[in-house]
């Protein structure tokens, strides 16, 4: 399976937005076929399942969902593939992948209660001016 990644070229331009989007989901199979080696790579394990791996893929595969224009969606496919390319090769450490793939922009604990109003008189202040 690294083989395949390893060597895989840029295409040329997609003609229409339908060539775009099998485009689409042809590196999206190709993300998901490389997820059991990603997995064992970076000894992820403990932190996700695959499953849960494959669903954070899927999300940002997503996130651009609403692009219609076939050369934006060749650029966003090639930096999918550069990153793709990277994470293989192994030139992240794991905590790049962690930290974008599995804790992802929302964290781990999201801290839903109000700030620590502090103590002191001038963070009380400072807590309620509208520069805060």
């Known amino acids: 399976m690294a083989h395949m990644v390893r060597n895989m070229r840029v ?3 997609s003609a229409s937005l339908a060539e ?12 998901c076929r ?3 080696e990603i997995m064992d790579i970076y000894n992820l394990y ?3 399942s695959p499953s849960q791996l ?3 893929v899927a999300a940002e595969v997503r996130k651009n969902s609403n692009v ?3 050369k934006v969606i060749d650029m966003l496919l090639f930096k999918g593939m550069e990153e793709l390319k990277n994470v293989v090769d192994h030139s992240k450490q794991r905590h790049h992948i962690v930290g974008k793939y599995v ?8 801290d839903l209660e109000a700030k620590d109003q502090g103590s002191s008189n001038f963070l ?3 807590y309620s001016s509208n520069y805060f």
């Open 103 to 110: 804790v992802g922009n929302q964290g781990l604990v999201q």
């Open 20 to 31: 775009a989007k099998n485009r689409t989901l042809e590196f999206f199979r190709m993300c």
């Open 34 to 36: 490389s997820i059991p």
């Open 68 to 70: 219609t224009n076939p």
């Open 124 to 126: 009380k202040n400072f």
């Open 54 to 56: 494959r669903s954070a």
């Open 46 to 48: 403990d932190v996700v």
């Open 11 to 13: 295409p040329p331009n």
